[in-house]
T-cell receptor
Framework: EPEVTQTPSHQVTQMGQEVILRCVPI?????FYWYRQILGQKVEFLVS????????KSEIFDDQFSVERPDGSNFTLKIRSTKLEDSAMYFC??????????FGPGTRLTVT | AQTVTQSQPEMSVQEAETVTLSCTYD???????LFWYKQPPSRQMILVIR??????QNATENRFSVNFQKAAKSFSLKISDSQLGDTAMYFC????????????FGQGTRLTINP
């Protein structure tokens, strides 16, 4: 069964460094999302992406964040200058219809 | 803005018992989707079941069923014949039909199935 994959599974970085989190959505899916989950808290929406552009973003998704679909298969989330409070689990999700979203296993980002 | 509330932070039942997880939501939308996601210790979010608001019939998926009460804005999940593998965090989520279809999650209920 097709599934969403994410790399790396765990990323440790120093405050102020740039990180890129990578996702490979399910191949025929058209809608792509990033969510994050700070430890012990609920899952929060960051951004949605459709037709090669951002369709919606949350207040969390400020100028430090960007998304890209560089080659038609990968979907990346870049954080330009990481802060301690960016430490969280980041989930990528994809959908064919825009309704049922399928999540990847997540990338744990630790900012020290 | 939509909000989703799960009032039970933790629940624990014996294997083979039936358990019901509660969820309420607040919205002014008339058409929307509701979901239950499961997050086992591996942390991956797994879609358990979905309900379209325009459907009166409650969704079922094998041992999982929902009780959708649109007027009361309530969406509970019933797990029948619970199994050890059902141990996980369960998140209720809301999605508008119009717009970019972002999921709005509740705080989660940690469910433990005891042998």
């Amino acid at each position: 069964e097709p599934e969403v994959t994410q790399t790396p599974s765990h990323q440790v970085t120093q405050m102020g460094q740039e990180v890129i989190l990578r996702c490979v959505p399910i191949s025929n899916h058209l809608y792509f999302y990033w969510y994050r989950q700070i430890l012990g808290q609920k899952v929060e929406f960051l951004v949605s992406f459709y037709n090669n552009e951002i369709s919606e973003k949350s207040e969390i998704f400020d100028d430090q964040f960007s998304v890209e679909r560089p080659d038609g298969s990968n979907f990346t989330l870049k954080i330009r200058s990481t802060k301690l409070e960016d430490s969280a689990m980041y989930f990528c999700a994809s959908s064919f219809t825009g309704f049922e979203q399928y999540f990847g296993p997540g990338t744990r980002l630790t900012v020290t | 803005a939509q909000t989703v509330t799960q009032s039970q932070p933790e629940m624990s039942v014996q294997e083979a018992e039936t358990v019901t997880l509660s969820c309420t939501y607040d919205t002014s939308e008339s058409n929307y989707y509701l979901f239950w996601y499961k997050q086992p210790p591996s942390r991956q979010m797994i879609l358990v079941i979905r309900q379209e608001a325009y459907k009166q019939q409650n969704a079922t998926e094998n041992r999982f069923s929902v009780n959708f009460q649109k007027a009361a804005k309530s969406f509970s999940l019933k797990i029948s014949d619970s199994q050890l593998g059902d141990t996980a965090m369960y998140f209720c989520a809301f999605m508008k039909v119009q717009g970019a279809q972002k999921l709005v999650f509740g705080q989660g209920t940690r469910l433990t199935i005891n042998p």
